[in-house]
């Protein structure tokens, strides 16, 4: 009876003080020296086919790394070896609404690199539509670094400083500076920063060596973007730049063909990526008739070497070119059916081209031409809201490959279709912001550049070997999801993936003869296979507990009135997720994340956010020797400057407590693999709103409560 009361009452709290926020949905504006003054955002937001994260105002979120931040977001799992999920669906990243086309080691790296402070908010796309490319697979992390701009200049500068002390004392900065300006005949905006992090790693494999790693993260971005607007149409040029360097010492020992070994390498990583992107926008007099074309063009150059100093000899020397053009068109349109419905139709044709190299010889060549148009149709009956869609997408995928220096150059397996990818929503809403919903939708996850490179671009001693796999196929899903949402916070939800042809990381022992002498060397080889069918289901909950419930009467916080940002509460997230893999009887896990918000003395915040998954739990072809996150991460904020300055202190795991130990199920006895960083870290945090001449003009964010076709008024939009 205690829990239905709890339950019933959270609901009503959540309800009360987003529906208090929301009062009115959009402020009237006021023209005051042509600037519009607009609502604050949400922390969070549920949809039928997303979750929208807002990272501009949550000090615990953007305080570090966008990686750092990510980790921290309810459902989401994050492992160096089995990549990451989100609520159980393998994640495809976006930015800014166009696809990273990065995977696994150099994602992390990438997301590492850029701090979360230029970060807007985040959307976790758990049903992409028709309207999305069929090779979003799972689902879409889209990362959005915009900011709307209105008449007048506004900029923002943030930086953080922390630190770790495990051997030695390392250091991390970050800054960034965004600038955003307006005039009826165009708009501007630049946002450029760097982050440096020094790292440390300690790693065992199977007992066979012992790694550490002494790294140095430098990353570089600047972001550019004008737009123009011609009556009701808008042109939109995009340029974004983003590098990475990277450096790190690592000291391995262990044992190589009986006799041990001690070795003292260095290893140099260096990334380049550019992104053009030119977009037109054709509006007309219905506000809700669109028609949009885009062209994105994206260049990306990476460079890996290893050399030991022991023997001054380069032991990798690793590079790859990386190519894509894209150009696609939308179109939608208000259309009579039911009570209201629209229709969403368009084009896509993406060409790309990737090639690496190993000591200037190359070993992969290969391309990828899609062809794709889509139709989906959106209705509303009384209460029920519906979606039904289709894409179609043609491929054709070649090229060549090299399996060593010496060996003669093969043919990769063409893979040469036509697909059609079905989805389906329904939407039964009991009120607002309270709604049951049912989602299918058919897609497909074409291997990724790290799982397709045959070269290794990642540590390598004598117990250790990583290998691509430029055979892979491309991976069908078949994703299906049940949700009841009320009020943005509180959930409860169901899912199952049907993934055929699953890509999946293989890590097993194997042994090496030296035919003369008759030792015998053991190492680990990390590889990626093909799966036949793998079925992903994931059940989880959500729901927020005001402290007020324990303190107070139900009969007086019926009548209470407050702002969200005043409140005590506890916000509790768990789900349960199985594996179900073709030769294997696997144990399903339990992820937990609590988050807790506490507002002490002096309008200070402060925040704590809690994650574990137990031991025992299966992952794809691994087990949990250790307990994965296990983390107690702590932010104190507070405003300054009426709200210009933010500051924030943050220790991060504070218990030392996050480690990883993984079991490899692909072959017995278990290999184990296991890695402790150095995640126990202090620091602080400054976002300043810089003034401008005009003193009573604001920075105008973005909303957060638009659908996926609505336009935002921002420089750069997100996903279309």
Not at 246 to 268: A, C, Q, V
Request: hydrophobic letters at 35%; aromatic letters at 12%; zero cysteines.
């Amino acid at each position: 009876m205690k829990l239905h009361k709890i339950t019933a009452a959270s609901l009503f709290l959540i309800s009360n003080f987003w529906f208090s926020q929301e009062k009115p949905k959009v402020e009237k504006e006021t023209k005051i020296e042509e600037v519009t003054i607009i609502k604050t955002k949400k922390a969070v937001e549920q949809k039928a086919d997303r979750t929208i994260f807002d990272f501009s105002e949550q000090p615990h979120l953007n305080s570090g790394t966008v990686m750092e931040g990510v980790k921290k977001l309810p459902g989401l799992v994050v492992t160096d070896i089995a990549g990451m999920m989100y609520q159980g669906k393998p994640l495809d990243v976006y930015m800014d609404g166009r696809p990273l086309n990065i995977s696994s080691n150099e994602l992390n790296g990438f997301l590492e690199g850029m701090p979360a402070n230029a970060v807007e908010r985040i959307e976790i796309i758990t049903q992409p539509g028709a309207e999305f490319p069929a090779t979003s697979g799972g689902a879409i992390m889209n990362i959005i670094t915009s900011k709307s701009a209105k008449n007048y200049l506004s900029a923002t500068y943030s930086g953080n400083y922390n630190f770790t002390n495990y051997d030695k004392l390392r250091s991390r900065t970050n800054n960034s500076l965004n600038l955003n300006a307006k005039n009826k005949y165009f708009g501007w905006q630049l946002n450029i920063g760097q982050n440096y992090r020094e790292s440390m790693m300690a790693t065992n494999i199977d007992d066979l060596s012992a790694t550490n790693t002494d790294g140095r993260r430098r990353g570089y971005f600047a972001k550019g973007a004008l737009t123009f607007d011609m009556g009701l149409d808008r042109l939109l040029l995009n340029y974004d730049i983003y590098q990475n360097d990277n450096s790190s010492h690592i000291l391995s020992t262990g044992r190589y063909f009986g006799m041990p070994y001690l070795s003292d390498d260095d290893s140099e990583s260096n990334s380049l990526r550019q992104d053009v992107v030119a977009t037109y926008q054709k509006r007309f007099d219905d506000p809700s008739k669109k028609l949009d074309f885009k062209y994105n063009f994206t260049s990306s150059v990476s460079d890996f070497n290893q050399a030991n100093r022991l023997q001054n000899l380069n032991v990798l020397e690793n590079k790859s070119t990386m190519n894509i053009s894209t150009f696609k068109i939308d179109y939608s349109q208000p259309l009579q059916l039911l009570d209201e419905g629209k229709i969403s139709v368009g084009g896509l044709y993406d060409h790309q081209h990737l090639e690496t190299e190993s000591r200037g010889i190359t070993n992969l060549n290969y391309w990828r031409q899609t062809a794709a148009t889509y139709l989906e149709l959106q209705a509303k009956l009384n209460k029920f809201d519906f979606i039904l869609g289709t894409r179609a997408e043609d491929y054709d995928i070649s090229g060549t490959t090299r399996s060593s220096l010496n060996a003669t150059e093969e043919k990769l397996h063409p893979f040469k279709k036509f697909r059609l990818f079905p989805n389906a929503s329904i939407q039964y809403n009991f009120m607002n912001q309270v709604y049951l919903a049912l989602n299918y939708n058919k897609k497909i996850s074409l291997p990724g550049i790290s799982s397709l490179n045959p070269n290794n671009v990642t540590y390598q001693n004598p117990n250790s070997v990583t290998t691509g796999n430029p055979n892979l196929q491309p991976t069908i899903f078949d994703n299906f999801e049940a949700k009841i949402s009320a009020f943005d916070y509180a959930f409860v939800g169901y899912s199952m993936n049907v993934a055929n042809n699953q890509v999946v990381q293989m890590v097993t022992r194997e042994t090496m003869t030296d035919p003369i002498t008759g030792l015998s060397n053991d190492y680990i080889v990390n590889r990626n296979m093909n799966v036949s069918e793998v079925r992903i289901h994931n059940f989880n909950v959500g729901l927020p507990i005001p402290f007020m419930l324990f303190t107070k009467p139900f009969s007086e916080i019926m009548k209470f009135d407050f702002n969200p940002d005043k409140i005590n509460f506890m916000y509790l997230y768990a789900a349960y997720q199985k594996h179900e893999l073709p030769d294997l009887d696997t144990k399903g896990f339990w992820l937990f994340n609590i988050m807790s918000q506490v507002i002490l003395p002096k309008d200070i915040k402060l925040v704590a956010n809690y994650s574990l998954i137990p031991t025992g739990a299966n992952y794809y072809y691994f087990e949990t020797a250790k307990p994965i996150g296990n983390a107690i991460d702590i932010t104190l904020s507070k405003k300054f400057m009426n709200d210009r300055l933010n500051v924030s202190i943050f220790a991060n795991d504070i218990l030392n407590g996050q480690q990883m130990a993984l079991r490899s199920l692909a072959q017995q006895p278990y290999p184990v693999l296991g890695n402790k960083y150095d995640s126990r870290s202090f620091g602080i945090s400054v976002n300043y709103k810089i003034p401008t001449k005009n003193k009573l003009a604001k920075e105008a964010p973005n909303l957060l409560n638009q659908e996926k076709k609505e336009e935002n008024g921002g420089i750069i939009t997100p996903a279309q």
